[in-house]
């Protein structure tokens, strides 16, 4: 099962409150499809039960099954909402959403690159419902799609955020565990790739000390440098591959990385002016 249908599911659980809300979700529907066409069966029959909840608003209901090509189901209503208000009120604005969605949404799956849709019939009905996400504070794109009008969403923060309106909370914290889980692998990923930067610098580092070492051992010779540095340029050529914080503890008596670190400045200094001597 899709996502989206998991959502659609989760959202039929959920009737409305009031004769308002209502009015709202058949009217959001009616923004996504007119008619009320759909082939989600649950959809269908969750707006059909508002519907005949309240027959003084939206009169004589029924829910009709086409076959052959176009399978799915319309849903008739006497009396369809027209032209409402931008909703205000969050239980209005969340059963208008939940409408739109039922009939035509999509949601990317967790796992994937977070992309919501509601797609409508207009592009007037795209800006109604832009409006009523802005009210929400939700940040809405409003485009066409060939001759397709949709309103999107990229934010996982938005998304999360209209789910919760709409009252998919079981979506919403699989929502929000796949978001972790994918924060905790690029954590993770990062922390690698630092790694093996930094193996990779101290390879080179270590590397060019050697060089530096080989440079003076050929030109002087090891033995005439002083004693300290004459101890650490053995311990290299002896272990090319460790950190300096191991040759500090090889030598007698041991030493810190600073310590380390600043005779391999020495050398370096040393092996420099030798080139430069050889070169001028």
């Given amino acids: 099962m899709s996502f989206t249908e998991t959502v659609r599911k989760e959202l039929c659980r959920s009737g409305t409150g009031t004769g308002s809300e209502a009015r709202y979700l058949l009217f959001g529907a009616h923004l996504a499809a007119d008619p009320l066409f759909t082939r989600h069966a649950e959809s269908a029959r969750r707006l059909l039960a508002e519907a005949r909840r309240y027959p003084d608003i939206f009169g004589e209901s029924r829910l009709e099954k086409s076959g052959g090509r176009t399978q799915g189901f ?5 009396k369809i909402p027209q032209a409402l208000p931008v909703p205000e009120a969050l239980e209005l604005a969340s059963a208008l959403l939940k409408g739109a969605f039922l009939m035509r949404g999509y949601l990317s799956e967790p796992e994937q690159r977070c992309q919501f849709e509601l797609r409508v019939k207009g592009e007037a009905g795209a800006e109604y419902l832009r409006k009523t996400l802005e009210g929400l504070d939700i940040r809405a794109s409003v485009r066409s799609i060939r001759s397709v009008w949709g309103v999107y969403l990229r934010s996982t923060e938005a998304v999360s955020d209209l789910l919760g309106h709409m009252g998919a909370h079981g979506a ?10 994918k924060e905790m692998r690029s954590g993770t990923q990062r922390q690698v790739n630092c790694d093996e930067a930094n193996i990779e610098k101290s390879r080179r580092t270590a590397q060019a000390q050697l060089e530096a070492i080989e440079e003076i051992n050929r030109v002087i010779g090891i033995g005439s440098l002083p004693e300290a540095l004459a101890e650490i340029a053995e311990l290299r050529m002896r272990n090319e591959e460790a950190p300096l914080a191991e040759l500090g503890l090889l030598c007698s008596p041991p030493i810190g990385k600073s310590g380390v670190n600043s005779r391999m400045k020495r050398l370096m200094d040393i092996a420099g002016k030798l080139r430069s001597a050889a070169h001028p």
């Fill in 74 to 78: 319309l849903i008739r209503l006497e």
């Fill in 172 to 181: 919403l914290l699989r929502r929000q565990s796949a978001d972790v889980m």
